[in-house]
């Protein structure tokens, strides 16, 4: 195996006891090129602020994401924090570019796509509007699972269907945290295939929910966008969450520069 390749998702941020990758979004894409074509089984996940709040009140989440082999920087906060120690090259890598650049890569290279989560209606215009955002993307499956766990006997039969689909890559939209644990639980059964944890990129790439305009997104000021649209659900996240978080990375970093965090 080509060693830069390896190691480079070996290089981590730790930021709250998370592992985030220092990529950036082309760094990112030579990686997953080198897995897939190496036909290796990866676990990578996309994960926001939300997800690092996440895996401070659940040991779960945070194995989860210790054990993933590649952790992007979804968020600009996680980047910024990034940045802040000294990791210049990091840069946003978030779910809903990280599906566009991958199957444009795809749709040149003739990897095959799996396409998991999301309700049917979702899914299914995803993967339509995919196709016709890149001419040549093969997408060989589909799936909208329960809204519930899955019995052992479910979880073996899905990875059936995906092994026999012979997917190169295996998207998987159920929000966090249950996808990072869907793929924990999945990995060991499926065969050469990198599973992607992607959160709510689903719902943007189907136009089921409006992305922010660019320049929110490069400004940091998406969330804004997204608290408007989803207020009732998502008003604890951005609300309460995200400013506890910059709380606890501030004093993350003053403490690890040895310099005392005021009171």
């Not at 309700?119 to 060989?140: C, F, N, T, W």
Request: proline residues 7%.
């Amino acid at each position: 195996m080509d060693g830069s390749m390896d190691s480079a998702p070996e290089l981590r941020a730790v930021i709250l006891g998370v592992p985030i990758s220092i990529i950036n979004m082309q760094s990112a894409l030579d990686i997953i090129s080198s897995w897939v074509s190496q036909k290796q089984s990866r676990f990578i996940t996309a994960v926001d602020v939300h997800g690092v709040m996440t895996a401070q009140s659940s040991p779960t989440h945070l194995q989860a994401l210790r054990s993933a082999d590649m952790v992007t920087p979804d968020g600009l906060p996680l980047v910024w924090v990034g940045r802040a120690r000294g990791h210049r090259e990091m840069g946003r890598v978030a779910g809903p570019d990280l599906i566009a650049a991958v199957c444009e890569q795809s749709a040149v290279r003739g990897w095959r796509n799996y396409f998991y989560g999301g309700a049917p209606h979702v899914v299914q215009e995803l993967s339509l509007r995919l196709k016709q955002s890149y001419p040549g993307l093969i997408v060989v499956g589909v799936e909208s699972p329960p809204f519930r766990p899955l019995t052992d006997a479910e979880k073996r039969e899905t990875a059936r269907r995906i092994n026999e689909s012979r997917a190169d890559i295996v998207w998987v939209g159920l929000g966090c945290p249950k996808q990072e644990r869907w793929i924990s639980d999945m990995k060991p059964l499926i065969e050469r295939a990198v599973l992607i944890a992607v959160g709510a990129a689903f719902d943007f790439h189907s136009g089921n929910i409006s992305r922010a305009p660019r320049w929110m997104q490069r400004s940091g000021f998406e969330w804004l966008h997204r608290l408007c649209s989803e207020p009732r659900r998502l008003w604890r996240r951005y609300l309460v969450l995200a400013p506890s978080f910059v709380a606890m990375a501030v004093r993350e970093s003053l403490i690890s520069r040895g310099r005392p965090p005021s009171a």
